[in-house]
């Protein structure tokens, strides 16, 4: 496909999934219901284009005065008033449309296009023009009209509508593009997505992708596992091994941790999972920086819990570690990965905990995706030689058996370590156990573990202790 010169969004995530943003000259169709961020995304795409050096005409329906909307920008970063009658002009065609139709409105908008010298339309209200035309080839004929006289002065035009591309409408099959924002409940939180549902002459990415509305206006997260780079195949995977902050675990895994791998660690509440992440962490240094990326823990609590048990962690906002707490509260997935991802790059991290996939799977409304976006994370993880510590929690709090983590998810992983608690003896014995290292040896034997001071001790072979069950700590 070859290249076309492009309009872009100013919108980091539209662009990529618009594979570059929109086709310059174009026409586009913005559809969704009221109040799914029609107006917000088309404002926010015009004042980007105004940065880009582009002019602005746009167009609306509204029989009130423009000022409400006005007020209604005010609060959003990217508006700006200074900008109002000089690099973007807002025209209502109100009146026009009610008192004279169709014809008249596409007349006015020939002339306000060329005087303004336009490069970008935007017009709000096409299914007031819909309902205003007497049939269908009225609304062709309208369309085709401002599309023609666009092109003809090489401007791009946004047509906003509120009417559904389920719909079949005429307009649908002459624009170059459809965009689709909804607005849905997933159980009692409100998900907005955006879809492209036409994009013709490029190769869009397609599916559903999560957007929000914040102070900066609308941002949208791509699905990462939608987000395909083929260089990762290419990459050389990284070798050697790193500490894992307890010299018997090491021993454990056959001499440390495999750089730049992904290692799960499964167990119930209370049996150490945080703690062998803070052992992990300590190790982190000018050359290793690491990185705890949470969500049931505050750095505060981290930093109490870790001189608790006399874990020694870089010292609060040293460059060799940093801490990143997000509440469990209506997250996005893809927008964490995003954050995630984002801050291994930024930091230069080499050592990362995430504390734990629990709250990414908390995040997903659509779960049975989950395995490819973990499948998509640590791809770009190892790509980026990062060595990953990973929690989760299983349901048993004590016993023998086990439920393996989501379903194919330990299979995308390289290594894997499990904690468990059972009852000997009316006292409540910890273990831990390696049960996978990917093209390694390692002790499959399950060993005690408890808490002590300095952190965790990992004793003997479990089967020569349960008789005696005190923890000696094996050498290094």
């Known amino acids: 496909m070859h290249d076309m ?10 662009d990529q999934i618009l594979a570059g943003g929109f086709i310059a000259g174009a026409s586009y169709i913005i559809q969704g219901q009221p109040g799914a961020g029609k107006t917000i995304l088309s404002n926010q795409i015009a004042f980007s284009h105004l940065r880009d050096g582009g002019k602005v005409l ?9 000022e409400r909307l006005f007020q209604a920008l005010d609060v959003l970063d990217f508006f700006d008033r200074s900008k109002l009658g000089n690099d973007i002009t807002y025209v209502s065609v109100f009146q026009t449309l009610r008192d004279e139709g169709l014809d008249a409105v596409v007349k006015l908008l020939r002339r306000e296009t060329k005087r303004q010298g336009a490069t970008l339309l935007v017009f709000d209200g096409l299914l007031n023009a819909r309902d205003r035309a007497e049939t269908d080839f009225d609304v062709k004929t309208f369309v085709a009209e401002i599309q023609g006289q666009a092109a003809f002065v090489g401007c791009s035009v946004l047509f906003l509508t509120s009417s559904s591309v389920k719909e079949i409408s005429p307009e649908h099959t002459m624009v170059d593009g459809v965009v689709e924002l909804t ?20 190769k869009a990415i397609g599916g559903l992708h999560e957007f929000e509305i914040s ?7 791509p699905r990462l596992e939608a987000l395909a780079d083929p260089a990762i195949a290419a990459l050389e995977p990284a070798t050697g091994r790193v500490g894992s902050g307890l010299a018997e675990l090491d021993a454990l895994l056959g001499g440390g941790i495999p750089r730049g791998s992904v290692t799960l660690i499964a167990g119930p509440t209370g049996g150490g999972k945080t703690t062998l992440g803070l052992h992990f962490l300590s190790q982190s240094s000018a050359d290793e920086p690491g990185l705890h990326f949470g969500f049931f823990e505050t750095p505060h609590r981290l930093y109490a819990k870790a001189r608790s048990l006399g874990i020694a962690l870089p010292a609060s906002g040293s460059p060799e570690l940093t801490l990143h707490w997000t509440s469990l509260s209506d997250n996005i997935l893809d927008k964490l990965g995003d954050q995630l991802l984002g801050q291994v790059q930024k930091l230069g991290i080499k050592r990362l905990f995430i504390d734990g996939f629990g709250g990414f799977e908390r995040a997903a409304h659509h779960r049975p995706r989950l395995i490819e976006f973990f499948a998509s994370l640590v791809d770009r993880l190892r790509a980026l030689s990062v060595t990953t510590l990973a929690t989760w929690e299983i349901r048993e709090l004590v016993g023998t058996d086990v439920t393996a ?13 499990l904690l468990r608690q059972v009852e ?29 001071e300095g952190g965790l001790a990992i004793g003997a072979s479990l089967h020569h202790e349960l008789a005696s069950p005190s923890v000696d700590p094996i050498d290094g």
């Open 183 to 202: 607005d849905t409940l997933a159980g009692v939180r409100s998900v907005r997505q955006i879809q492209i549902r036409k994009s013709r002459g490029s």
């Open 215 to 221: 102070d900066g206006g609308i941002t949208v997260y």
């Open 405 to 417: 983590p989501a379903r194919d998810l330990s299979a995308i992983l390289d290594n894997m370590i």
């Open 58 to 66: 746009y167009v609306t329906l509204l029989a009130e005065s423009h």
């Open 5 to 14: 010169s492009r309009l872009t969004t100013g919108i980091s995530g539209l």
């Open 424 to 452: 000997e003896d009316h006292r409540l014995v910890r273990s831990i156990s390696v049960q996978k290292v990917r093209d390694g040896n390692f002790d499959s034997a399950a060993h005690l573990i408890e808490f002590a």
